[in-house]
């Protein structure tokens, strides 16, 4: 290919915002020189360089925007930890099945069992397949419920609540909602029933959410619609930092001194 044609072809890719494939141009041409590529398929590899950075730049992103406080894997979870947990049940939900078909997950135990790691790890795993993920503890979601009841209006995060496709409440039954913070979580769910997925994580029975609502009347209409459709993990035993805080260092790292264990 000629300098001209080339500065024509990179000039085109500039103009198209192909930023990765006009980085990679020179690189992949050489290369299909080397290999003898045909010119179908030193485009699809020119395309798949440009494909993946957008990929990658996407899920970065959308990384931000889901507000996670850490980041957290599947592949970092002590299962060990959590020996009554049922491995076949996070394999299922990492599918990502259940946000196909607008079902919530339920994680119950008390801190430090690994209800906020897997529910950001079943997050990440989301976002990656492409899902749009919002990450919110029960204290920020009702101090949010709190600034709209003083707009007045439900305003643009409350709306962003009801529509993304998989919202995660972290941490429900360490605050306690009134009763016009409760209706309006009721609404929120009401909204999102059988049409996006949440996964909730809390520390109490659902027999108790009466009292974190303020209203038994309420807990229950809530639990019948987020119930209906979900998967209910229970998980059990002591918290893992304070494990970790008795049996020293080593015991909250694995392989590659990675540091592993629920939040």
């Known amino acids: 290919m000629s300098d001209l044609t080339t500065e024509r072809v990179l000039q085109a890719l500039t103009n198209l915002r192909l930023s990765t494939a006009a980085a990679r141009l020179d690189s992949q041409l050489r290369a299909a020189d080397e290999r003898e590529l045909t010119p179908l398929q030193f485009l699809d590899h020119l395309l798949a360089d440009e494909t993946a950075a957008r990929d990658e730049r996407s899920i970065t992103v959308r990384t931000k925007l889901a507000h996670f406080p850490i980041i ?14 049922d491995r076949k049940i996070i394999q299922t939900l990492e599918t990502l099945a259940f946000v196909g078909r607008a079902e919530n997950v ?10 906020t790691h897997l529910s950001i790890a ?16 029960a204290q920020d979601l009702l101090d949010q419920i709190r600034v709209a009841q003083l707009d007045g209006i439900p ?11 998989l919202l995660i409440i972290d941490e429900l039954g360490y605050v306690e909602f009134d009763k016009a913070a409760a209706t309006w979580l009721f609404q929120l769910l009401c909204q999102r ?52 805080k008795t049996q020293g260092p080593s015991h909250a790292k694995r392989k590659n001194g990675t540091q592993v264990g629920p939040s």
């Open 72 to 85: 957290k894997s599947i592949e970092s979870f002590d299962f060990d930890a959590q020996p009554t947990l």
């Open 106 to 115: 339920v994680m119950l135990g008390p801190p430090g069992v690994g209800k």
């Open 193 to 244: 029933y059988e049409r996006h997925s949440t996964i909730i994580t809390s520390n109490k029975p659902f027999a108790d959410w009466g009292h974190v609502l303020g209203d038994t009347t309420l807990a229950g209409a809530l639990l019948d619609r987020l119930l209906h459709h979900s998967h209910v993990l229970n998980l059990k035993g002591e918290s893992y930092r304070m494990r970790a």
């Open 155 to 165: 305003g643009h995060k409350q709306r962003h609540l009801n529509n993304v496709p």
């Open 122 to 137: 079943l997050g990440l795993r989301a976002l990656q397949a492409g899902h749009r993920v919002y990450f919110v503890t």
